[in-house]
């Protein structure tokens, strides 16, 4: 129904910055937020940014002055921009979005769809 493509991770100096990029599509009505998770080895997925549709924007402690999260509405697109990068920040990185979706004809269903995430590694 919905398909996240992430793009841009790979191997990152301390200071970055990579850009990670999240694409939408499929049969989608509205998107009522996107945003990024992380998980390191031998951790559990964490949050790192959201973004509502309205531009609310929240982030982890961890990455806050350092990441920037954005959005474009018209394409379906969330964007997450990393400076000053740490060796802490190698992980996995994955996109979320809460999708409504066309099921039939004037039906919709709300569900959180993945991305099939992206590394990014931080040499030290």
């Known amino acids: 129904q919905v398909q996240l493509v992430e793009s841009g991770g790979g191997l990152a100096q301390p200071g970055g910055p990579p850009r990670l990029s999240c694409a939408a599509s499929?049969?989608?009505?509205?998107?009522?937020?996107m945003g990024w998770y992380r998980q390191a080895p031998g951790q559990q997925r964490e949050l790192v940014a959201t973004?509502?549709?309205?531009?609310?924007?929240n982030y982890a402690d961890s990455v806050k002055g350092r990441f920037t999260i954005s959005r474009d509405n018209a394409k379906n697109t969330v964007y997450l921009q990393m400076n000053s990068l740490k060796p802490d920040d190698t992980a996995v990185y994955y996109c979320?979005?809460?999708?409504?979706?066309?099921?039939?004809?004037?039906?919709?269903?709300?569900?959180?769809?993945w991305g099939q995430g992206t590394q990014v590694t931080v040499s030290s």
């Open positions: 973004i509502t549709s309205a531009n609310t924007i």
């Open positions: 499929g049969s989608i009505f509205s998107i009522t937020a």
């Open positions: 979320n979005a809460r999708v409504t979706v066309w099921v039939a004809v004037a039906t919709t269903r709300t569900s959180d769809f």
